[in-house]
């Protein structure tokens, strides 16, 4: 099992909210809308960095030094600004179809595709010492680099090409020639060694190896009558096990597994903050976080609810595999538990201890095997994985050895049988005291 003692120092020092970060971002472009957005991965805390362009295609984004690039078709610029706002810089002016664009901040560059001159371009960060790098190309669009091998991707909708060539534009290789027609956005995953692209022509959201075989199809979109389907923007959470594109047909950013199962829609039209998006950028700064399988940047009861119903569903979504066996299941629960928070079933609060207070809050709720089915979780004392607060859930407690015994540093002594005894006649006086006292009010 995974050695987790530097992650649960932290969380201890931070308390029963255990809140580590912000949590991982998007960062989306939208054409129509003319901005650049930011929202946590679940589509909530949407806010606006950067607005009033004239047709905001590529994004890309300096996380170290909080900075936001975009190519701009309307002024045929690339511009940046600071995502804290202020004043916008032209950095590179005068070209013809700037679309794709991406980052190599140690290397102080960026790179973009040019669609009308056929030509994949760097630069400076500031926009100085433009160079050609492949030229005579069909109409490349979005590019991604892959820095440790000195590469870059990019796709091509004039050849339907997708093409690579080493940072310095030689070495040019074609990778997909067949099956495409208007490929758009490319990202990589180098821990599986696939790329993968969308295809507003054929509707697909497709994969490969990173030399262009094995080739797959993950996901066809399916528009309602009258409208078409568009996906665009790519972009990879190979971590939790995650893709995100954004479709400006269906004006929706949406999510799936690796492998094309479990689409969900993001965001939508209806939710006032898409028009036409067009690229997608994750910050998953935060995404090593295994206790936060729910992804909103916080481990707390809610990640282990989510957990005990992605058992009880039969799900195998990768982000709930803890223990990286292939298998979603009770185990899982006991990973995040015992090696990911450090501490004790029965620890209802989450405070890194199992004691008086931790059980005084889930009789409080109410919910101890009452008639009502699912409504308990693990604050309010579900603790075998069941969506309910019975005995059962006290036994699983008072089993794992943790009442009072303070936080695990690094083992806690296991109370002896008769201890254990005492205090499970301790908790049913408990139990029947306070069912005497709502029978008296």
Known sequence: MKTVLPLFGLLFALGATNELSAGPKMYWSDRVANTIRRADVDGTQVEILAEGMRQARGVAVDFENEVLYWADNGTDRIQRQAMSGGPVEDLVSDLSFPAGIDLDVPGGKMYWADANTGMIQRANLNGTMVEDLATGLGSPYFVRLDLANDHIYWTDYGTDKIQ??????????????????????????????????????????????????????????????????????????????YMYWVDNGLVTIQRATLDGDNVTNILTFDSGHLKKPWEIVLDLGSSMLACDVNGDGICDAGDIDALTRAILDGSQEPAFDLDQNGSVNREDRRVWVKELMGTYFGDANLDLEFNSADLVAIFDVGVYEDDRIGNAGWAEGDWDGDLEFTTSDLVVAFADGGYEQGPIIPAAATPEPASMTAMMIGLILLVAVRRRCVRRF
């Not at 534009?169 to 997909?176: A, E, F, I, Q, S």
């Not at 020639?177 to 509707?203: A, C, H, Q, S």
């Not at 697909?204 to 665009?232: C, F, M, S, W, Y």
């Open 164 to 241: 690579r060539a080493d940072l310095d534009g030689k070495n040019l290789v074609d990778l997909v020639t067949t099956g495409l027609e208007l490929p758009r956005v490319i990202d990589l995953d180098f821990t599986n060694g696939k790329m993968y692209w969308t295809d507003r022509g054929t509707d697909k959201v497709q994969r490969a190896d990173l030399d262009g075989g094995n080739i797959e199809t993950l996901h066809v979109a399916q528009p309602p009558p009258r409208t078409d389907a568009a996906p665009h923007g790519i972009a990879l959470d190979v971590e939790r096990g």
